[in-house]
């Protein structure tokens, strides 16, 4: 292979399109450089894509063959037979004496492989697997619940086209979250016309291109979003006839923030008054505003209260269903959605009834289901391509958790931290061995979908995790021979008898269940250059019309069935990424609840209406931890080398350049940092980015992998170490690791 190969970077949502050159040993990415043909990225990565060869080819621990666990701990190698036959097995046993709802399902996929795992929905159905989670609900049901409960869609920024770009708790510059992002920050801050305006307590390399960098108290942002709100009410900027127009509830909003004692809240938020009335009268006055949260806020404190202001924000200045603002986007995936049930009514977990957000139990009580005696708790787990032990609050806990199941079940590429308490771990070829898919493309008003084509071979003993699925379903007897024939019998006839044939099962709830694996084993072998883990697509596309029809048409790709073929035809041959929707901006309005927003969640407002003086500083933890920034070097555990880090190998703990002197600490200096879960030892690097009282740790730090000396090397320190599983979001649960009270201690050397 002397061919560049196009293919994608696989360590952040962004998945921007990159072209591999491999070395002569067929193996090693000899090169790697940016995909001008891709549609969304045009060119562009970050620092981060080349190094990806450490992902690939790295000290990571990689697993070749199943694996079982013996009764001393370690592990042998298995067959396949064995281990699909044996994990089926004992998965029907759990569920005949438990109910298949005592078996839980976590992950799916994560930041650029969720292919795989949209074939575990027929796995679930075949063991009668009724709960789940991901990462998402550690981070966006907060967002997501209240989207649902304002607009019934999701929606996104258009920050590429605003005015002002308002982030809250969000450091695009290292975490990106939209395309191009480093080139979008430049040319906001270039440009005399827009504006930037951010809310971090850090003064990150997005603040520093910020024209408004509110610097505020950690955890406070309840109290500052609330008196920008404010402002907008009192100084009229509000947009009263849109209002009027496209939003209810708004009375009763307007009633409470009149009354918002704006001068005290950002007092509490330890901003000037001045630059935040500056600021709110930017975004009063802009054309368009976009506005992105994340997880500075979405893991704080009142998470969903703020993810609700912050919306407020924008929806009061009319900013939605306009270029440069928010807006419903399209896809092929239903990430994001959710029912909206007021709180208390919607499904809740088994053991803690705690509430499902967009079909996802909270990360954060999972060990809690476990780690009980209730007749409904999780006995068994299955965990595909996510790595909980590390990634989950309190890792002591989950570990003893994890330890208590009766069967813990890991697909991953590398022996992770889970993966080592598996009583079986199946190994998945990586994301450049295989077809492979991110569902996480948001983009408006193109959206793109990118079908990644093998760039290597896998090595033999591996199998992809529709395999990994399929061979499951099938030993679990759900499905069979029979099932597949009459479907290959209509595609010898072509793909529309086939297409009506399928439809024709689907109106069989009970073998609709196994679309993904029906699929798979029929329409999958005819697929070309062995793309059958692609066939899923094929329905995704049907769905994409049927739900977008005229933003599939303006795609170009005609109406009725036949773009149906035409979308997958192109999703499977566009090995760059092709463009698969099309839309006008104020399509956004035909995908809300009732073309209209609502302003008022009466749980929440309530909360607005009467937030309490916040508690003064504790003497027993002074300080604040952030724990899992992102930065130039952490991509979540997904590649395990630490060679891979250019910089900041150790992952330092930094702290304010004023606690440091108070404390008498110099770069490198050890200290002992201690949180009410735990205690680790750590090297600062002091910073006049941080404000005295703060302290950051990277994200993704702390893996185990063996040394080519065969010792394990563990770099820095792995945040859930320190964290505490109840310290979360009271609506969603979702957890707050990025206000974890703690203190310090230097080390003498
Ligand atoms: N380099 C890199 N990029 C990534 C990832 C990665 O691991 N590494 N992971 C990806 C994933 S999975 C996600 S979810 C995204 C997350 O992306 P981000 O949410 O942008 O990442 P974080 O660094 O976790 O947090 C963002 C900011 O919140 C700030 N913050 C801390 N406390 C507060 C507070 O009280 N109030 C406010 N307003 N801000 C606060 C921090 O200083 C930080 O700058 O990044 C994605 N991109
Ligand atoms: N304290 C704290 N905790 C956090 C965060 C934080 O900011 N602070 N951030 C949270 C967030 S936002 C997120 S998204 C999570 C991320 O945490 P997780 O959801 O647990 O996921 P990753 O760390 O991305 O790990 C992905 C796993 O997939 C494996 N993998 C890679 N390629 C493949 C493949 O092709 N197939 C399979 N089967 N496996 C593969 C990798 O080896 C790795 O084990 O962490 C969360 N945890
Ligand atoms: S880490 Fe994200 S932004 Fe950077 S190259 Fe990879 S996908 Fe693109
Ligand atoms: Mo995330």
Redesign the pocket.
């Known amino acids: 292979m002397t061919e560049w190969q196009p293919t994608a970077c696989i360590?952040?949502?962004c998945n921007c399109g990159i072209q591999v050159l491999l070395g002569p040993d067929g193996r090693s990415f000899e090169k790697i450089r940016g995909d001008k043909l891709h549609p969304a990225s045009a060119g562009y990565t970050?620092n981060?894509a080349l190094r990806l060869d450490h992902y690939q080819n790295g000290r990571t621990g990689r697993i070749t063959a199943p694996l079982r666990r013996r009764a001393d701990g370690t592990f042998e190698e298995i067959d396949w037979d064995t281990a699909i036959s044996e994990v089926t097995a004992r998965l029907l046993e759990i569920g005949e004496r438990h109910g298949g709802a005592s078996v839980f399902y976590y992950g799916g996929g994560g930041?650029g492989n969720h292919l795989g795992g949209a074939y575990a929905t027929a796995t679930m159905a075949a063991f009668g697997i009724r709960y789940r989670s991901s990462?998402l609900a550690q981070?966006?049901t907060g967002d997501f619940w209240v989207g649902a409960r304002m607009a019934g869609h999701p929606v996104r920024a258009d920050v590429e086209h605003a005015e002002v770009a308002l982030?809250?708790?969000?450091?695009?510059y290292?975490?990106?979250?939209f395309p191009r992002a480093r080139t979008v920050l430049k040319e906001i801050a270039r440009d005399p016309a827009r504006s930037m305006v951010v809310?971090?307590?850090?003064r990150?390399e997005?603040?520093e291109l910020a024209d408004y960098h509110l610097q505020?108290?950690?955890?406070?942002?309840v109290y500052l979003l609330t008196a920008m709100a404010a402002i907008l009410v009192r100084d009229n900027l509000i947009d009263t006839q849109w209002l009027a127009e496209h939003a209810d509830g708004v009375a009763e909003v307007l009633a409470v923030l009149r009354a918002v004692p704006i001068e005290k809240y950002c007092a509490i938020a330890d901003v000037e008054l001045d630059l935040v009335t500056a600021a709110t009268h930017r975004i009063g006055r802009a054309a368009s505003v976009a506005a992105l949260e994340?997880?500075?806020?979405?893991?704080?404190?009142y998470s969903t209260v703020v993810s609700y202001v912050e919306k407020l924000v924008w929806l009061l200045t009319g900013n939605l269903a306009k270029p440069g603002t928010q807006y419903a986007f399209t896809g092929l995936s239903n990430i994001g959605f959710d029912r909206g049930h007021p709180a208390g009514a919607g499904p809740k977990s088994p053991v803690v009834g705690a509430p499902i957000v967009s079909g996802l139990v909270p990360c954060n009580v999972i060990s809690e289901e476990i780690l009980t005696d209730h007749p409904d708790r999780y006995r068994a787990m299955f965990v595909e391509s996510a790595n909980p032990a590390h990634s989950l609050a309190d890792s002591a806990r989950m570990r003893a958790a994890l330890a208590e199941l009766e069967l813990l079940v890991v697909v991953d590429v590398a022996m992770t931290e889970t993966a080592r308490l598996a009583h079986y771990v199946l190994p998945a070829p990586t994301q450049f061995e295989k077809y492979e898919a991110t569902f996480f493309n948001f983009d408006f008003p193109r959206n793109i979908f990118h079908l990644r084509h093998p760039v290597l071979p896998a090595p033999e003993s591996v199998l992809p995790e529709p395999e990994i699925h399929a061979r499951l379903v099938e030993a679990a007897g759900a499905l069979s021979e029979d099932d597949y024939a009459p479907l290959r019998a209509a595609l010898e006839q072509g793909r529309e008898a086939f297409a009506m044939a399928f439809l024709g099962i689907m109106a069989d709830r009970n073998k609709a269940k196994y679309a993904p694996v029906l699929l798979y084993r029929t329409l999958g072998p005819t697929l070309p250059d062995d793309a059958a883990a692609a066939a899923l697509l094929w329905l995704a596309a049907y769905n994409c019309v049927r739900k977008f029809p005229h933003s599939v048409e303006r795609a170009g790709y005609g109406t009725g069935l036949t773009a149906g073929e035409r979308l997958f035809e192109a999703i499977l041959t566009g090995s760059h990424g092709v463009v698969i929707t099309e839309d006008d901006y104020d399509e956004t309005w035909n995908r809300l609840r009732d073309n209209r927003v609502q302003l008022n969640i009466p749980e929440l407002l309530d909360v607005v209406a009467n937030l309490p003086e916040p508690l003064g500083d504790s003497g027993e933890w002074p300080f604040?931890l952030?724990a899992?920034?992102?930065?130039?070097?952490?991509?979540?555990t997904?590649i395990r080398d630490p060679e891979w880090r250019k910089r900041d190998d150790g992952g330092a703990l930094r702290i304010s350049a004023a606690d440091a002197q108070r404390l008498g600490l110099s770069a490198g200096d050890r200290v002992r940092l201690t949180t009410g879960r735990g205690s680790t030892e750590v090297s600062v690097e002091p910073t006049d980015r941080m404000r005295a009282g703060?302290l950051?740790l990277p994200?993704?730090l702390g893996l185990t992998v063996v040394a080519a000396d065969g010792s394990a090397v563990t770099t820095g320190v792995a945040p859930n170490e320190l964290t505490a599983a109840d310290s979360r979001d009271e609506w969603v649960g979702t957890p707050w690791h990025?206000?974890v009270p703690a203190r310090l201690e230097a080390i003498d050397a």
């Open positions: 360590l952040c949502e970050c981060k930041q990462a981070e966006k982030f809250v708790g969000k450091n695009p290292q975490s990106h979250g809310l971090d307590p850090v990150t997005t603040a505020l108290r950690p955890g406070t942002d994340d997880l500075g806020v979405q893991m704080n404190r604040v952030a899992g920034e992102r930065r130039a070097f952490t991509a979540n997904i703060h950051s994200n993704g990025k206000y």
